[in-house]
């Protein structure tokens, strides 16, 4: 009896090379240095009256908001082999994450309001 021959595929889809790279470890310690980040700024440009340091600190704190939400979302849309509800929650968080904290800082610094930002 005559079988076709099984070809493997050519390449895996990039899902699943990329699912390799955001291991558990990898996505807790992305998230930590985020938090950390944020934090180190927050510290930075809350204490330091100089407006060198609060560039800083506010650099800091933003590219903390950069890690920790990238590292949310990437987490929740790579990672199929968790629950579906904790996806959910970390591509949620991201967002939210981004609505308050990432646009509300900038909208009140724009409008000239320096101190007592509502959400960060």
Do not use: C
Not at 40 to 69: C, Q, R
Not at 86 to 99: G, K, V, Y
């Amino acid at each position: 009896m005559y079988q076709p021959a099984y070809q493997q595929p050519v390449h895996r889809p990039m899902s699943e090379t990329i699912k390799g790279l955001v291991s558990d470890t990898l996505l807790v310690l992305a998230i930590a240095l985020g938090l950390l980040l944020i934090w180190i700024g927050a510290v930075i440009w809350g204490l330091i009256d100089d407006s060198d340091a609060d560039k800083v600190g506010m650099f800091l704190k933003s590219l903390g908001m950069l890690v920790l939400t990238a590292s949310l979302f990437i987490g929740g849309v790579l990672r199929h082999d968790m629950d579906k509800w904790i996806r959910w929650m970390l591509i949620l968080s991201a967002t939210l994450l981004l609505i308050f904290i990432g646009f509300w800082t900038g909208f009140w610094s724009a409008l000239g309001i320096t101190a007592n930002f509502p959400f960060g």
